[in-house]
């Protein structure tokens, strides 16, 4: 090839090169070490979004406040508890002699215990709060069903109501807000506490002499494990109601086998229980000195 055709092809590849590069001006600049004004990227920059934290102090101040809430709401449900067992201990007092001065002590008492420290329960848990702290005050709320059911069935024979016992705290409420109601899983958890202890009382009456106020006991007891066996099996998986059946099934059968053993076998020796002659036994026969 000669030296004139070798210049030619250079010129023609010279001159495709530049016109490449006519036609991206922002590859000359680059080249050029310049910039092309609006080929920058914006640098991207971090910023907080002051709604969003006034928004996580808000939460934090409730969080806090509920705490707070929460631990008035235990020390209330414990002195409900301590108190309300003090009006059970006065109920088994009761015997055939001072059966009405018991009970009417035992009233007082409870009156007392509605108005000291349920009204602190009523205060706090106003509004819809006693469906959130429900496990800080059940425990207190189950006595306190326990102690006010006891003392209904022990003066009337008859078994206080759930309707009965919220009608009673709305007294003790604000009436511009929801008041507190005892919702029916922690009355029917006290309900079972109520069976043991009327267990306990028909013991008591047996020992005294009081065959048939046993009796009534009994069947009263066995009217509400009635109940509750055919509605238990109905409600959601709840392990301490089904535990709390097993015991008031226990209570049913020692209280019956109280009042069998002494109708069948104590019928010679009745009219000795609780008696204060000292010339006879329990099991009647005469006492002796060795």
């Not at 080249?31 to 002051?50: E, Q």
């Not at 109520?194 to 009456?205: C, K, N, S, V």
């Not at 238990?232 to 099934?249: F, G, I, N, Q, R």
């Given at each position: 090839m000669s030296v004139c055709h070798t210049r030619f092809f250079f010129h023609r590849r010279?001159?495709?090169?530049?016109?490449?590069?006519?036609?991206?001006?922002?590859?000359?600049?680059?080249?050029?070490?310049?910039?092309?004004?609006?080929?920058?990227?914006?640098?991207?920059?971090?910023?907080?979004?002051?709604?969003?934290?006034?928004g996580f102090v808000k939460y934090a101040d409730y969080l806090n406040g509920l705490n707070e809430k929460r631990e008035r709401v235990v020390k209330a449900s414990r002195d409900v508890t301590m108190n309300s067992k003090k009006v059970i201990f006065q109920v088994h007092r009761i015997s055939k002699h001072d059966k009405d001065e018991v009970l009417e002590k035992a009233e007082k008492d409870l009156a007392s215990v509605t108005d000291l420290y349920m009204s602190r329960l009523v205060k706090e848990l106003q509004g819809t709060d006693f469906w959130k702290l429900r496990r800080a005050y059940s425990p207190g709320v189950q006595e306190y069903v326990e102690a006010a059911t006891l003392c209904k069935f022990c003066k009337s024979g008859t078994l206080l109501s759930l309707t009965e016992l919220n009608a009673s705290l709305l007294q003790l409420s604000d009436p511009s807000v929801e008041p507190l109601q005892i919702n029916v899983l922690d009355y029917l958890l006290g309900l079972g506490d109520?069976?043991?202890?009327?267990?306990?009382?028909?013991?008591?009456?047996i020992s005294d002499g009081d065959?048939?106020?046993?009796?009534?006991?009994?069947?009263?007891?066995?009217?509400?494990?009635?109940?509750?066996?055919?509605?238990?099996?109905?409600?959601?998986?709840?392990?301490?109601?089904?535990?709390?059946?097993?015991?008031?099934?226990?209570?049913?059968?020692?209280?019956?086998?109280?009042?069998?053993s002494v109708h069948v076998r104590g019928s010679e020796y009745m009219p000795l229980l609780g008696s204060s002659d000292q010339d006879f036994s329990v099991f009647g026969m005469p006492n002796f000195d060795p």
């Open positions: 010279l001159c495709f090169f530049f016109s490449l590069m006519a036609s991206k001006p922002q590859r000359v600049h680059q080249f050029a070490g310049t910039s092309v004004p609006g080929s920058t990227k914006k640098r991207r920059t971090m910023t907080t979004d002051c709604s969003m934290s006034d109520l069976t043991g202890e009327l267990m306990r009382l028909a013991i008591g009456r065959l048939e106020y046993a009796k009534r006991i009994c069947q009263f007891v066995r009217d509400i494990y009635r109940e509750l066996s055919l509605l238990v099996p109905h409600m959601d998986d709840d392990t301490e109601m089904k535990k709390k059946m097993e015991t008031m099934l226990q209570s049913v059968l020692k209280i019956e086998n109280a009042c069998f």
